[in-house]
Every structure is written in C-alpha cells, then in structure tokens.
C-alpha cells in the first residue's frame, strides 16, 4: 500500500524540463531586448510594447511551469508543445536581433516588432472594425457555400441521375479559382457585398461537394443490404446511413473549404468593400506601411486558427460516437 502511495505521488508531482523551455526561450528573448541597445538609426527605437508582452508572457509560462508539476494533464499537454513554443520564440528572438538590434535589414520592409505591436494600439478601433466586417462576411459565404455544397454533393453522390448532369459542371467549374469571377460577378451582383459573398460561397462549395459526394459513395454496400433487409426504405438509408458515415469526409470538407475561403475573402475584400482585414491590408500595402500590413497579416492568420479550432471542437462533438471507428 505504501509504495501504491509513493507511485501514485510521484504520477502527480513531477518535474519534465521540456515544460521549462518556453520559460528559458522568453528569459533569453527579455534578456536580448533589455541589454542589447536598438541601433541608433532605427525607427521608433524608443518603443517598449515588445518588452511588456516578453514580460507577460514569460510569467504567464513561469505559472505554467509551475502548475505542470502538479498537475498531470496540464503537464502532458505543456511538455508536448515545448520545443514548438520554445522554437517560435528562439525564431522571434532572431528577429529581433536582425531588424532593431543590428539593422541588417532594410527597415521599410522589414519593421521591428516593436513597430507591429504598436499598429495595434494606434490602430484598435479600425482593425476591430475590420476584424468583424470579415467575420460577417465570411461567415454568410461559407454559410451559403456549405449549405449548397452539402445538398449538391448529397445528390451527386446518391442519385446516378443527379450524378450524370451534375458531376460534369462540377469538374469544368469547381477548379477555376474564385478571384477570376471578379468582373462576372461585379455585373450580376447589385453590391459589391452580394460579389464578395459569392466569391467566398464559390470556393466552399467545390470543396465541400467534392468531399462529401465522395464520402457518400465509400459507404459499403453491405450497410444497405442489411437494412434494406429490416425493411428500411431508401430515404431511411441516406438518412440514416450515407450521410452518418460521409460525415468525418464532409467535416474535412468544410475544414479545406474553410481555408480556401480565407484566399477568397482577401481576394474579394480587395474591390468595393470598405472595410475588411483584406481591404486594410491592401490599403497599407500602397501606402507602403509594412508594419501595418504584417499587423493585418498576423491578425488574419489568428483569425484563421481560432476558427478552425472551433470547427474542430464542434467536430469531435457531434462525431464523438466514431472514435475508435475512425482516425482523425
């Protein structure tokens, strides 16, 4: 029994030093920005908004560190992303160096991350406006485009006939890349809102026909004799059957189209649209305010990642009951 104790201790409380090496990376990285002096040509080289976020987040990582040694799950998952995390920040640290530090590049293209961090700030209010202006946008596009993709991969998978007259549209249509519908659409659609929409809605749509026809069409054949022999009708069979099994391939559908939306929302926001992560990153382009345009690009690439960790939270939700059928 006691040395059930002392494993069972010994499971809860433990040391792993990869959990310390995003807390020695971010020491390294506040220790650079503090003793070495920005270069004295450098613009803006009195800015100190990258020092207070080295300084929030090593204390936030030193927390974690702590709370990994007694706690298992905190533990498993901190020491997992260790070296990535330490690894971002050793790459950050460099960047640092090579641009404020040393200026062995050229400042125009190449701002300190001080100048970046500072868009932030003095650009607050626009980019929250832009932020959710795209938000919406992509959202009714991939709405609409989802929506019609379901319905158009569900019949072309189930149905021959559907199948027949569909499936040729879909291989002459669906590789042609969205932005080249940009003078079509700005003569069909009464707004340049109604065009941007389409162009987001195009691009899922392909994907999401694509992968969910075809999810249709693995499905074995031995699910529908055997409920065909319990007396199950051929919508109870789709219903039931198809569509529960083609979900995982219409889920990595989505999950493709939604990638594929962000090109296209750039690509749409760059006409008409006066607001938007991509109208703000084109407008900065031609004012040549690079560090305005890695402020966009950085927050878009954000954006992107927190929306496609919430599709797959909602994913491994709904396909719960398929773990231990199917890999993901």
């Known amino acids: 029994m006691a040395e059930r104790k002392e494993i069972l201790r010994d499971k809860k409380i433990r040391f792993d030093y990869r959990s310390a090496i995003p807390s020695l990376t971010l020491i390294v990285a506040l220790l650079t920005e503090i003793l070495i002096p920005n270069h004295m040509d450098a ?26 040694i007694f706690h298992e799950k905190t533990r498993n998952r901190y020491v ?3 070296w990535f995390l330490g690894g971002t920040v050793v790459f950050i640290t460099m960047l640092n160096l090579v641009t404020v530090k040393l200026l062995l590049l050229p400042q125009i293209y190449f701002p300190s991350i001080n100048r970046i961090l500072n868009v932030y700030i003095e650009d607050k209010n626009l980019l929250l406006k832009c932020l959710i202006s795209s938000f919406t946008l992509l959202v009714e596009g991939l709405l609409f485009g989802t929506v019609i993709g379901i319905i158009t991969g569900i019949l072309v998978g189930w149905s021959k006939n559907w199948n027949y007259w569909i499936y040729p549209l879909i291989r002459i249509l669906g590789p042609i890349p969205s932005s080249t519908w940009i003078p079509l659409t700005l003569i069909i659609f009464p707004t340049s809102r109604g065009a941007a929409i389409f162009l987001i809605a195009f691009g899922v749509w392909f994907q999401i026909t694509i992968l969910t026809s075809s999810g249709i069409q693995s499905v074995k054949q031995s699910y529908f004799e055997v409920s065909s022999t319990l007396g199950a009708t051929n919508l109870q069979n789709l219903l039931f059957i198809a569509i529960p099994d083609a979900l995982p391939s219409m889920f990595l559908g989505l999950f493709n ?16 649209v006066k607001a938007g992560i991509g109208w703000y990153i084109n407008w900065q382009k031609e004012m040549i305010a690079y560090s305005n345009v890695y402020a966009g690009l950085i927050l878009i690439a954000g954006f992107c990642y927190l929306f496609i960790t919430v599709q797959f939270k909602v994913r491994d939700k709904l396909l719960s009951w398929q773990k231990g059928v199917i890999k993901w």
């Open 80 to 82: 997992r992303k260790g």
């Open 257 to 272: 189209a939604t990638c594929s939306s962000f090109v296209a929302l750039m690509a749409a926001e760059m006409f008409g």
């Open 43 to 68: 613009k803006y080289r009195t800015l100190t908004n990258f020092k207070s976020v080295l300084i929030t987040f090593t204390v936030v990582s030193l927390l974690l560190l702590l709370i990994s």
